[in-house]
T-cell receptor, first 107, second 120 residues
Framework: DIQMTQSPSSLSASVGDRVTITCRAS??????LNWYQQKPGKAPKLLIY???SLQSGVPSRFSGSGSGTDFTLTISSLQPEDFATYYC?????????FGQGTKVEIK | EVQLVESGGGLVQPGGSLRLSCAAS????????MNWVRQAPGKGLEWVSY????????YYADSVKGRFTISRDNAKNSLYLQMNSLRAEDTAVYYC?????????????WGQGTMGTVSS
């Protein structure tokens, strides 16, 4: 199975900050990498698919980059509604696997 | 409105069974593959199972293989997960999710989830 490792596991940031979350795959997954946002008690929401494609309706302050084994999710200017947990997920092959999550908290 | 609604969760004893359902609306269900993803309390996301639009291709996570069965009824716009021989570690919120972004394994629509609790 492909292991997905996110860093950091949590971070504290202020509104307006630029935030970067990293995801590393245990083997090359090309660009088969997706990012989700999850708020407490809610289902995850797709933000980015295929490493860098912005899902319809997602604000442009979210962006994704990377290929192979190293990927990044960037929030250019953190907004109050962005405080949540973020997960990466590989869809290169089954079993689809998720990172352990990165919790973004208010500083 | 595009929507997925799960049902069927509940409390069951170890070794018991549950059948989860997911009702789809607002999109052409028969066109898209479907998945089940679960989340244990306070934990991360775990993909459970995949079924193609025609039901010809099915995959399972090793943790549920041989115990869980995914199926769908395109005439009823419904997805199912039959869960047998349940264990405490199967306790989780179970989400159904679909991939409409080009069969890239990216889950763009999720249900609200249904909780399955395995406990004596």
């Amino acid at each position: 199975d492909i292991q997905m490792t996110q860093s950091p596991s949590s971070l504290s940031a202020s509104v307006g900050d630029r935030v970067t979350i990293t995801c590393r795959a245990s083997q090359s997954i090309s660009t088969y990498l997706n990012w989700y946002q999850q708020k407490p008690g809610k289902a995850p929401k797709l933000l980015i698919y295929a490493a860098s494609s912005l899902q319809s309706g997602v604000p442009s302050r979210f962006s994704g980059s990377g290929s192979g084994t190293d990927f990044t999710l960037t929030i250019s200017s953190l907004q109050p509604e962005d405080f949540a947990t973020y997960y990466c997920q590989q869809s290169y092959n089954t079993p689809w696997t998720f990172g352990q999550g990165t919790k973004v908290e208010i500083k | 409105e595009v929507q997925l609604v799960e049902s069927g969760g509940g409390l069951v004893q170890p070794g018991g069974s549950l059948r989860l359902s997911c009702a789809a609306s607002g999109f052409t269900f028969s066109t898209y593959s479907m998945n089940w993803v679960r989340q244990a309390p306070g934990k991360g996301l775990e993909w459970v199972s995949y079924i193609s639009s025609s039901s010809r291709i099915i995959y399972y996570a090793d943790s549920v293989k041989g115990r869980f069965t995914i199926s769908r009824d395109n005439a009823k716009n419904s997805l199912y997960l039959q869960m047998n021989s349940l264990r405490a570690e199967d306790t989780a919120v179970y989400y159904c999710a679909t991939d409409r972004v080009g069969d890239l394994g990216a889950f763009d629509i999720w249900g609200q989830g249904t909780m399955g609790t395995v406990s004596s």
